[in-house]
């Protein structure tokens, strides 16, 4: 924190009259981001099904979908559904598993300008750890996020992510394992997540990054049956932004670690409200789907924020102000 | 696959809240192959925000005049084609577009027919057999010039709730011998499910080899795959899902095919939409 405010100081210091040019690099666990601007487990593969698209090197951070020790499957048919300004998901993560991963994936990510961070997934204590294990010969992988918050798997993935006790469990676990910093991934679907924040706070995770989906349904009136083949599933996208705003803010207040913003994040103007809430970066998801370009604006965005107010990102991030516009100053 | 703006040229109302959408859009048009489809979004709107999959019906030259193939004369594709029904919220406000108003689209997208696969395969069976169901003739009308081109003899059978349902049949007369047409409620040709003349064709021909390309519903696809199965045919299917991405990494249009733990399940949007129906496991 005091080094935090040393360097705001001495950015404040820099700026005078005349050219300006805002950094909007940052730092979290001892790793360097280009910009703050990544994209979302689950929303963006293994980030070469996009390199026809977009531009991967002007990414910070490409976070591949959730990886576990052996391949999964996924859930059956229908696994997605569209709501009001969102989408509810139950793919039940489907993935090639952590051999694969470094074999046919990571090569393509370790040749790129954007971080590399693997989300890991497990169904135990044992098989995070044993995840993590493989995962650690990978070259090119700069950092885990922990995903303790699925909500699309019987066992494992929430269970760790809405018990304080096994969030702890876990992570420890995964810490100790770990060759790279961790990342730890909340879920929303929890009381208190200033509990959990700090509870993986305490166990060793190098930072946060939240919120996961929310938990949803959605019915067919005409069969009466469930859209989703899980009955239950996770709502992600523009709908759940407010709520996910709140939480964010929250464990920003809860922890001294990094806390990374993540829910339905379409705009430059959605990422700002997430870094002044206090978060150090963010994570674009749904938008990837249906509009890949979303980081790349976002990142311009940012920057053409932080030229117009004269701001480093640094400044910018926490920076809410109390009261509100015309309560107090603009 | 491009990711582009394309411009409206016509939304043209047919029967039975049948709608044919041409989009002005020419590089995607010149890359299509029989039996892709395009990803379509409604920019702009954030209630709405996932793009629809939709079959490529056709791609026609500017002016929409000829058919796909329309480059032996000399002209080039430059419009992209889609035939929709109005289902829901997102066909709801695309029936509201007038030309000029632009859209989002990704294409081509998918697999289609597999080009040297199913042509080998079409021209060792003695008839080809496109099985529709409803507005899954919007997946047909492609590969049946690409057949008719190759002076491959094919048979139409075409069923849909009632005779609203049977949109397109005149772009299809040109390119096929016959025509077999069910309806539901009997308002045309066979009254009930298009598969029931299908069986009654293949039960009377048993010693001929078909091919058999079909897209329409579920149930409709499970029953044709069953036939083919019965009576030895190979049989092409185009599935349809529902999709967050067509790009491969939401997994959200996975189905089950043949095939133990992680390949248990396939993408309709990167290793299909067109599968061999004994690929698929039908009763998952």
Not at chain 1, 190 to 203: H, K, L, M
């Amino acid at each position: 924190m005091a080094k935090a405010k040393a360097r705001k100081l001495k950015l404040e210091a820099q700026d005078g009259e005349g050219e300006f040019t805002p950094r909007i690099d940052v730092e979290i666990a001892g790793i360097h981001f280009q910009n703050p601007v990544m994209t979302a487990s689950g929303t963006f593969g293994y980030g070469q099904e996009f390199a026809h698209l977009i531009d991967l090197n002007r990414l910070g951070a490409i976070i591949v979908k959730g990886i576990s020790a052996d391949p999964l499957p996924g859930n059956p048919a229908p696994r997605i559904y569209e709501t009001e300004a969102g989408m509810l998901n139950a793919i039940g993560l489907q993935n090639v598993g952590a051999c694969t991963f470094l074999e046919e994936k990571l090569p393509f990510l370790r040749t790129l300008k954007a971080r590399c961070i693997v989300n890991v997934f497990g169904y135990s204590t044992e098989d995070y750890v044993r995840c993590i294990e493989i995962l650690n010969a990978g070259e090119g992988i700069d950092a885990y996020e922990l995903n303790i918050s699925c909500p699309n798997t019987r066992c494992g993935g929430i269970v760790y992510g809405s018990d304080p006790k096994l969030t702890e469990e876990v992570v420890a676990a995964s810490k100790r394992a770990a060759r790279f910093p961790l990342i730890v991934k909340l879920s929303p679907n929890v009381t208190d997540i200033g509990v959990f924040a700090r509870a993986a706070e305490a166990a060793g995770a190098d930072a946060l990054s939240l919120v996961n989906t929310f938990v949803g349904m959605a019915i067919d009136i005409e069969t009466r049956r469930p859209r989703i083949s899980n009955l239950t599933a996770g709502l992600s996208g523009p709908a759940i932004k407010p709520v996910a705003l709140r939480l964010v803010y929250q464990a920003t207040q809860a922890v001294r670690i990094p806390v990374i913003g993540i829910g339905g994040i379409t705009s430059a103007e959605d990422a700002l409200e997430y870094l002044i809430a206090g978060a150090q970066a963010i994570q674009v998801g749904t938008a990837n789907f249906y509009s890949p370009d979303t980081s790349l604006r976002v990142i311009d965005g940012i920057r053409d924020y932080c030229l117009r107010h004269r701001l480093h990102l640094a400044q910018l991030i926490g920076s809410l102000k109390h009261g509100v516009n015309g309560a107090g100053e603009h | 696959m491009y990711d582009e703006m394309a411009q409206v040229v016509e939304n043209r109302p047919l029967a039975g809240r049948h709608f044919l959408l041409s989009l002005y859009s020419p590089k995607q048009a010149r890359a299509v192959r029989p039996g892709q489809f395009a990803m379509i979004r409604l920019p702009g709107r954030s209630d709405v925000i996932l793009r629809r999959p939709m079959s490529i019906y056709d791609v026609r030259s500017r002016d929409l005049k000829g058919g796909y193939g329309l480059e032996r004369h000399g002209q080039r594709p430059a419009v992209l084609q889609v035939l929709y029904k109005v289902v829901g919220r997102g066909t709801r406000l695309m029936a509201e577009l007038t030309p000029g108003d632009r859209l989002a689209v990704l294409a081509p997208l998918g697999h289609g027919f597999f080009p040297e696969e199913y042509l080998a395969q079409a021209r060792d069976a003695s008839e080809v057999l496109l099985v529709a169901g409803g507005i899954g003739i919007a997946a047909l009308l492609m590969p049946a010039r690409d057949l008719a081109r190759q002076k491959i003899p094919q048979r139409l059978f075409f069923g849909g709730r009632s005779r609203h349902d049977l949109v397109g049949l005149s772009d299809f007369k040109p390119l096929v011998e016959a025509i077999t047409l069910a309806t539901e409620d009997g308002s045309r040709g066979y009254r009930g499910y298009v598969t029931a003349p299908l069986a009654q064709y293949l039960e009377q021909r048993c010693e001929r080899r078909f091919l058999i390309l079909a897209c329409g519903p579920m149930a409709m696809l499970q029953v044709t795959a069953g036939l083919a199965e019965r009576y030895n045919h190979p049989c092409l299917v185009s599935m349809e899902n529902r999709m967050g991405c067509a790009l491969g990494v939401c997994l959200g249009c996975s189905i089950r095919v043949q095939g133990e733990g992680h390949a248990a399940y396939e993408r309709v949007c990167t290793e299909g939409p067109v599968f061999w129906s004994n690929h698929i496991v039908w009763d998952p």
